[in-house]
């Protein structure tokens, strides 16, 4: 098999700037792809450095506001890019609105962009008249016309950006995230990990992990507590991340048994994930959802809404538990399970066994080079 050169483009990554979901997502694809082909990693950070087969690039940006932030990143990623470029790269990889400059400038190469979520899914219309809404709106609609080849992470996805940015159907694929499912499993006493949070060993414990924000939906899972009690009045509910709502949600759930944990460290989180009897994901967008992925590799039940990657990666009552975007639907998933630990444990399992179907990365990297190669023709 030719051996591919390949630049990715991404503003964040494992091995410095870590933002969220797409810090793993990028990393992980990128240097699966580098056990067979020469890959280069564009990004922000300090000293270069080659980790994993993959060569990573770091530069340092500056902007008072997120688009001069990224607009001064962008023109830095292609000087460094530049540097690199002989022989000439094959497929050039971008990866969300942050980038986009860079792509504009190296338009007339093999280009991929993936859309990883859009601006209007992240918030809806609810920021129709803020600026930085429309300004990183514009450059989502640029990237889909310049782009050789777009993908998305969900069929959802690909129908929201086809909508919004008019893109025809045949310059998008779909590509899934993947996962190392390794690195979601630990071996612990579930008793252990409730009673150092303050529960009892044999409470039943309802695990949200993501951002404390609107999209995510944590505020859903908050107002469905009152209906799960009524079923189960034992129940705790912890809540890992953190986010502009925190707060706010913490007044909210003020007398209900919630906690607030913030930001976890990995091994925390793979921890506490690993206690856990149910995981919900009450996101109102999905436009993938990693989280249900970490939770399927801990072989934990899941209870999600019926949205985005959510809705199409999830068999009804084979795999999790799907639901409406609404506080009492989320409480009738939680109650349906939450008394059959049997059921519970079995869902788990078949997720876990979807995760090594479809979801590891050497999978999504063998339909990622399907597209590289179709660029190249």
């Not at 809705?311 to 109650?335: L, T």
Request: net charge negative; proline share 4%; aromatic share 12%.
């Amino acid at each position: 098999m030719e051996t591919l050169k390949i630049a990715f483009f991404c503003w964040e990554s494992l091995h410095a700037e870590r933002v969220g979901g797409l810090a793993r997502a990028a990393t992980h694809l990128a240097e699966t792809l580098g056990g067979n082909h020469e890959v280069h990693f564009f990004t922000r950070g300090g000293e270069d450095k080659e980790i994993n087969g993959v060569h990573y690039h770091y530069c340092r940006p500056w902007g008072g506001n997120i688009i001069d932030y990224c607009r001064d990143m962008s023109l830095k990623m292609v000087e460094r890019f530049k540097e690199f470029d002989s022989p000439k790269f094959d497929i050039l990889h971008f990866n969300d609105w942050h980038v986009v400059e860079a792509m504009h400038i190296l338009k007339d190469r093999n280009t991929v962009f993936t859309f990883h979520s859009t601006e209007y899914g992240r918030n809806g219309n609810n920021f129709g008249d803020w600026w930085e809404f429309k300004e990183i709106s514009g450059k989502e609609w640029y990237a889909g016309l310049i782009a050789k080849r777009i993908t998305t992470v969900s069929n959802t996805l690909k129908n929201e950006v086809m909508w919004l940015y008019n893109i025809p159907d045949w310059k998008i694929s779909v590509v899934p995230n993947g996962i190392v499912p390794e690195e979601f499993q630990a071996d612990v006493d579930p008793g252990e990990v409730k009673e150092d949070y303050g529960l009892h060993p044999l409470a039943p414990l309802v695990f949200f992990a993501g951002r404390l924000v609107y999209q995510k939906g944590p505020d859903l899972l908050v107002d469905a507590i009152p209906f799960v009690l009524n079923h189960r009045w034992d129940v705790k509910f912890l809540f890992a991340g953190d986010g502009g709502m925190k707060l706010w949600l913490e007044e909210r759930a003020r007398g209900l048994p919630a906690k607030f944990l913030g930001y976890l460290p990995d091994f925390e989180f793979v921890r506490l994930l690993n206690a856990s009897d149910i995981v919900v994901i009450p996101s109102r967008n999905e436009p993938f959802g990693l989280v249900l992925l970490e939770a399927w590799s801990a072989e934990r039940c899941v209870v999600a809404t019926e949205v985005g990657g959510l809705g199409e990666n999830i068999d009804n009552f084979v795999d999790g538990i799907k639901v409406y975007v609404n506080p009492g639907s989320i409480a009738w998933g939680i109650n349906y399970v939450i008394d059959d630990p049997v059921g519970v444990q079995i869902l788990g399992r078949r997720g876990k066994q979807k995760v090594e179907r479809q979801f590891r990365w050497k999978v999504i990297a063998d339909k990622m080079l399907k597209v590289y190669r179709e660029v190249m023709q």
